[in-house]
């Protein structure tokens, strides 16, 4: 298993420039997650998805848009980039019944807005 | 604000010292939290959890202890090794999809 993929790993956008951060996972997971983790802070969610066609925002949403169309993948659409979209996002799964409620999460994908 | 934090951001330890990393929550109605360790370009890592019926979990050189009365977190690495060295999260899960992260504390391992 490859588990969470995330790309691009790296990005540069333009302000006002948009762009798809693509995650996908291969463990049949049901839940995945977004999350953005600015320098020296913790992870904030983004917007999480408890099953395919199934979406819902979490703290930070504004700016963002995901769908899940499928169950492997759950890209992350951000519309009219901003500086303060800068920021590592990272994707995260959770199999629906499982012992521990443990994210299993992605590399990243290190965004900078200019 | 943030209902899951940690007392100190950055903590430098001794090798072959023990660690103790602090983690203070104001969410009484939370009933699992989880360690995670992040390198540096890497994704968060599971460490251990634990569950709001419990007080102290071990794993292999670390353990978990949960003081409900105070709401609070601990980590504790024995004989900490330089790979040790990371930051580290504790994150409370309040309802049985999210879960919410502190801010981090920055281990340094000193050889």
């Known amino acids: 298993n490859a588990g969470v993929t995330q790309t691009p790993k790296f990005r540069i956008l333009k302000i006002g420039q948009s762009m798809t951060l693509q995650c996908t996972q291969d463990?049949?997971?049901?839940?995945m997650y977004w999350y953005r983790q600015d320098p020296g802070m913790g992870l904030k969610l983004i917007y999480y998805s408890v099953g395919a066609g199934i979406t819902d925002k979490g703290e930070v949403p504004n700016g963002y848009n995901v769908s899940r169309s499928t169950t492997e993948d759950f890209p992350l659409r951000l519309e009219l980039a901003a500086p303060s979209q800068t920021s590592v996002y990272f994707c995260?799964?959770?199999?629906?019944?499982?012992?521990?409620?443990?994210?299993?999460f992605g590399e990243g994908s290190r965004l900078t807005v200019l | 604000g943030e209902s899951v934090g940690l007392h100190l951001p950055t903590l430098s330890v001794q090798e072959g010292d023990n660690s103790i990393i602090n983690c203070a929550y104001s969410?009484?109605?939370?009933?699992?939290f989880i360690w995670y360790k992040q390198e540096s370009g890497k994704g968060p890592q599971f460490i251990i959890d634990i569950r709001s019926n419990m007080d102290k979990r071990q794993g292999q050189r670390v353990t978990v202890l949960l003081n409900k009365t105070v709401k609070h977190l601990s980590l504790q690495i024995a004989a900490t090794q330089p790979g040790d060295s990371a930051v580290y999260f504790c994150a409370e899960n309040r309802d049985d999809y999210k879960l919410s992260f502190g801010a981090g504390t920055t281990v340094t391992v000193r050889a």
């Open positions: 463990m049949n997971h049901n839940y």
């Open positions: 969410n009484s109605a939370s009933d699992y």
């Open positions: 995260a799964s959770r199999p629906l019944a499982a012992r521990t409620r443990e994210l299993f």
